[in-house]
Structure formats: structure tokens, C-alpha cells
């Protein structure tokens, strides 16, 4: 699934393009994949994007019409795809909704396995995302203080991957970039009660390797390309995730692989301590 890193990659090539420009038609190919009227969506025909957002692993277009604010959200799912193509380009298949923008410009939404999902919100007067698009309600892992970082994760009985991944907690981590991030913090995915020192050099990692991640442009493990169709190339640089029984890069021993709550989990049995 599309985690932070790759979901802010799309959201920024977006941002570089889709501002300004007014939405012609909605195609929507398949119904399923919107949530909400889908009269209201091409109510919105017309209207002007003023802004490309990211909340976690959620993505919103800000819409401008004549007497009303949207906001279009886009969740990836585990397959899902937004490029940006020209009228005459080949299209792709499992492309279920194509927005057509003045300029010529087209945004098609893809998912071969139709996890993802589109809806449409009334924009909240005081800012944020409508409630009604779902996004997260977890701090931003980029944005978080360390203050804020260590109160919500401070001597939590849970296991401390499960604890990353929950989204109430911390919106758009997911197993790629948690696993990375405790490999290079030295903490075992598996260890709770965590202590303030511990915590504020998590929180450090997170960013570095969150940020790492958007310079290389994601990760592409399956189905994920950016904006213009290109894939990442951070899957180049893990060092934990998807490497079971490969050497650790510091001590030579094994990478594992255990289960947790569903989840697979990768480490360094000898570099990360509980």
C-alpha cells in the first residue's frame, strides 16, 4: 500500500500542475469507487483547483466553484494510481475515473484491485479535511514536535510497530517506512515502555527516513508510480523490509521476519534491542 512517502509524491506533482486549472467533466467509470452522490461530483464541472493537499495517506484536491467549496479526496488503496496524461496518451487498463482539466490536461485514477476510493466533501470553514472524507485523525509524522511525539508513544504497553501503525496516533506511517525507521533507531519492533531518550531519537529517524524516501520518490514494491507514471526508487535503499534472511548491513546477521497483529515485521535480531 502506498504509505506517506509515496502518497506526498503524487501530492507534489500534482501540486506542480493541477492549480488553477478548471475541472471540464468527471468520467467516472466505475461507481463503486466513489463514496458519496455522485451528482454533487459533477456539480463541481467547472470549478477551479486551488490547492493539491496530503493528510497521512489520503490526498485532497481543493476545489473553487461558483457558490461552493469542495474538497475531492483520493485514498490509493493497495494499487491504486493518479497520473497526469495528455488527451491523445494510451490509456491504461483498470482505469476507473478520468478527470478532464482546461489545458488539456487529465487526471486518471487506476486500481487493478479496487481497494481505493474517491469522495467528495463540503470544504470546512475553519480549514483541515471534512470528516466526511475519512482522513486520519493521527499528528503528521513530518510535522510532529518531539513533545507531541513523546506524549503520544511514552511508555505504551503496546509493541511499538503496532503503536506506529495506528493512524489515530500517527497518520501515514506504514510497515515499509516503520520498519526502516526502527532498523536505523535501533529499537526492537517488538519493544514497549519506551523511554523519553528513545522516543525523541525515533521521532528524529522517522523524519530522516520519511524525507529520504520523498527525495527518491517512494518506494515502488508493486503497482506504485508518481504523477507522471514514473516509479520510485527507495525500494533500492531498505535495509530491513523485505530482506528476511538477507545480512544485516551493520553485522552481517540475518534480517527476520515475524508477525505482529497481522502485520509482518522485519529486523535485525542483534542491532535492535527491546
Known amino acids: 500500500m502506498p504509505e506517506l512517502p509515496e502518497v506526498e509524491t503524487v501530492a507534489r506533482g500534482l501540486r506542480a500542475?493541477?492549480?488553477?486549472?478548471?475541472?471540464?467533466?468527471?468520467?467516472?467509470?466505475?461507481?463503486?469507487?466513489?463514496?458519496?452522490d455522485a451528482a454533487?461530483?459533477?456539480?463541481?464541472?467547472?470549478?477551479?483547483?486551488?490547492?493539491?493537499?496530503r493528510g497521512g495517506k489520503y490526498l485532497v484536491i481543493e476545489l473553487e466553484g461558483r457558490r461552493?467549496?469542495?474538497q475531492l479526496?483520493?485514498?490509493?488503496?493497495?494499487?491504486?494510481?493518479?497520473?497526469?496524461?495528455?488527451p491523445d496518451s494510451v490509456e491504461a487498463p483498470h482505469t476507473h475515473a478520468v478527470l478532464h482539466f482546461?489545458?488539456?490536461?487529465?487526471?486518471?485514477f487506476r486500481?487493478?484491485?479496487?481497494?481505493?476510493?474517491?469522495?467528495l466533501a463540503a470544504a470546512p470553514a475553519g480549514g483541515g479535511f471534512a470528516p466526511e472524507?475519512?482522513?486520519?485523525?493521527?499528528?503528521?509524522?513530518?510535522?510532529?514536535?518531539?513533545?507531541?511525539?513523546?506524549?503520544l508513544f511514552y511508555r505504551r504497553a503496546a509493541p511499538i510497530k503496532s503503536a506506529l501503525l495506528n493512524q489515530k496516533l500517527l497518520r501515514g506511517m506504514g510497515n515499509i517506512y516503520a520498519d526502516e525507521s526502527l532498523f536505523r533507531a535501533g529499537i526492537?519492533?517488538?519493544?514497549?515502555?519506551?523511554?523519553?531518550?528513545?522516543?525523541?531519537?525515533?521521532?528524529?529517524?522517522?523524519?530522516?527516513?520519511?524525507?529520504?524516501?520523498?527525495?527518491?520518490?517512494?518506494?515502488?514494491?508493486?503497482?506504485?508510480?508518481?504523477?507522471?507514471?514514473?516509479?520510485g526508487w527507495f525500494h533500492l535503499q531498505h535495509r530491513v523490509y523485505g530482506r528476511t534472511g538477507e545480512a544485516c548491513g551493520i553485522c552481517g546477521r540475518a534480517i527476520r521476519r515475524t508477525v505482529l497483529a497481522g502485520r509482518s515485521a522485519h529486523f535485525c535480531p542483534h542491532c535492535q534491542k527491546r
Open 17 to 36: 500542475v493541477l492549480p488553477g486549472l478548471r475541472l471540464r467533466e468527471v468520467d467516472l467509470r466505475r461507481a463503486s469507487i466513489f463514496h458519496g
Open 40 to 53: 454533487a461530483l459533477a456539480e463541481m464541472e467547472g470549478a477551479t483547483v486551488t490547492g493539491v493537499r
Open 68 to 70: 461552493r467549496r469542495r
Open 73 to 86: 479526496m483520493f485514498h490509493l488503496g493497495m494499487t491504486g494510481q493518479l497520473v497526469v496524461q495528455a
Open 102 to 108: 482546461s489545458g488539456g490536461r487529465e487526471l486518471h
Open 111 to 119: 486500481d487493478p484491485r479496487r481497494f481505493g476510493r474517491m469522495a
Open 133 to 151: 472524507l475519512g482522513v486520519a485523525a493521527g499528528a503528521e509524522p513530518l510535522e510532529v514536535s518531539a513533545e507531541e511525539f513523546v506524549a
Open 188 to 231: 526492537h519492533p517488538l519493544a514497549h515502555h519506551l523511554s523519553r531518550p528513545r522516543l525523541v531519537r525515533l521521532r528524529e529517524v522517522i523524519r530522516v527516513v520519511l524525507e529520504e524516501a520523498i527525495r527518491a520518490g517512494g518506494s515502488s514494491i508493486s503497482d506504485y508510480v508518481d504523477s507522471e507514471g514514473a516509479p
